[in-house]
């Protein structure tokens, strides 16, 4: 956690902007899981017309249509505060557009390549079909393993450069495309997974939070781990 204080900071990147399926329901699961360690937590909201604080712990960015996409990828590069956090050891969770800025560049509505902001080393461009559905994916092993599901909707397809690793692969759904779903390069995570990911996800919460925190204390099975199997029976 920073320094100058115990209080994990989690930030809400452009809730006005990046915020489609209940993305925003991550920054509450996390407070949640980090609450009930005995961490205390504090949740920013930025709005695309706020500076991006760079001294945050876990920066949080959902999905968008292409248009709001487009605006939340201008702004982020000219403001710098993302990149700053990144590259100072922040932790980032950037799900589906919010996912495909962060890289290096990502295709307009005509599919011509965008900057990112290049904090993961993925390009994203248009698929022919527009992926929709439930996924389910197994995690890579050296970040934990086990099966994730989410739901999917997004026209785009992403390609790993050589910096970035899967997050997972794909059993059904298409994520990057068709084989693997999600990167990581070091504290930076991306997916496709709506859900939200991380209420759906718990172990992916906790992956997160051990990546600012270290190792966290096992909880009792809740509600998000229930709701984790009857997505995983239903999508099977
Ligand atoms: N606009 C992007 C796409 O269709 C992202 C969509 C989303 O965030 N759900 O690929």
Known sequence: MSDTSSVLRIVWIYPDLLSTYGDQ??????RRRAEQRGIRTEIVHVHSSDPVPAEGDVYLLGGGEDRPQILAANRLRADGGLKRAAERGAAVLAVCAGYQIIGETYGDD?????PGVGILDIRSGRGESRAVGEIV?????????GRITGFENHQGRTRLGRGATPLSRTLTGIGNDGQTEGAYQGQVLGTYLHGPALPRNPQLADLLLRLRVGELAPLPPSWGETLHEERLAAAL
């Open 25 to 30: 329901g991550n920054a509450l699961i996390l």
């Open 137 to 145: 994916a197994d995690v890579a092993p050296e970040l934990g393993g």
């Open 110 to 114: 005509d599919d011509n390549p965008l």
